[in-house]
């Protein structure tokens, strides 16, 4: 069974940062893929970053691009998103998910893909 648990959110101010961490377990296959998604209050969930965690490949959403860095973390199935310059439209609850490919994937990124959803974590950026 598959586990997604991300933490690292927090109350920031402007201009600040956050480092928000995803550890998934129980993945099957080596090719997979961490997408990081956010909800803000009264809006769709929206996709801002991914990586292939097979071959390294990321992909940022515009809104997010300069801003956001997403990584591998120094644990095994761990992803870090490093989140700078925090603009209060950032506040959202993130979430971190996981998709699994039986090969190396052509797309990572389109939300359908990920089948495995953490509880989220919530960030607000306020003075």
């Known amino acids: 069974q598959v586990h997604v648990v991300e933490s690292g959110g927090g109350l920031v101010q402007p201009g600040g940062s956050l480092r928000l961490s995803c550890a998934a377990s129980g993945l099957l296959f080596s090719n997979y893929a961490i997408g990081w998604f956010r909800r803000a209050p009264g809006k769709e969930r929206e996709g801002v970053a991914y990586?292939?965690?097979?071959?390294?490949?990321?992909y940022y959403e515009d809104s997010v691009k300069g801003r956001f860095t997403i990584s591998g973390g120094d644990a095994k199935n761990t992803v870090i998103l490093q989140i700078n310059d925090l603009k209060p439209e950032d506040t959202a609850v993130y979430y971190c998910a996981a998709a699994e490919f039986t090969e190396r994937p052509t797309d990572f990124t389109s939300s359908y893909l990920f089948h495995y959803w953490g509880q989220g974590t919530q960030v607000t950026v306020s003075s």
């Open positions: 990586i292939s965690a097979s071959d390294g490949r990321t």
